[in-house]
């Protein structure tokens, strides 16, 4: 069984580390996006420099956790914060129970409603 295909439960982990990671990646690639509308004239070294940080997440992050913030991010933004127990994708409260368990590493951050990557607070 291939690793998307895995339950979630044996998916990779899924923790602060690689939700910032994804978050990092999310913000690089609006900035490439938005560079190559606004600015096309911006310097090809410059949206290099930008790929090679792309390119370099990426490998530092599991397959199956790429796919699902490929998918996501063709439906919007696949990384939300939460705050105060809300996610901020989906503007639904996220059990506190859930957040305790992804807090301890035992849950995916993921959103329970939205099935965004979550970044929790503090």
Not at 64 to 71: G, I, S
Request: with cysteine.
């Amino acid at each position: 069984m291939n690793q998307a295909n895995k339950p979630e439960n044996e998916q990779p982990p899924c923790t602060r580390r690689e939700v910032a990671l994804l978050a990092q990646l999310q913000e690089i690639e609006l900035v490439i996006e938005e560079s190559n509308i606004l600015h096309p004239e911006n310097s090809e070294r410059r949206l290099e420099s930008l790929r090679l940080q792309r390119q370099e997440l990426r490998r530092n992050l599991p397959s199956a956790w790429l796919e699902r913030y490929d998918k996501l991010r063709e439906q919007g933004a696949p990384v939300v914060k939460e705050a105060s127990g809300i996610c901020t994708g989906c503007r639904l409260r996220v059990p506190q129970g859930d957040l305790q368990r992804m807090r301890n590493g035992s849950a995916p951050w993921l959103c329970p409603n939205c099935s965004r990557f979550i970044l929790l607070s503090e």
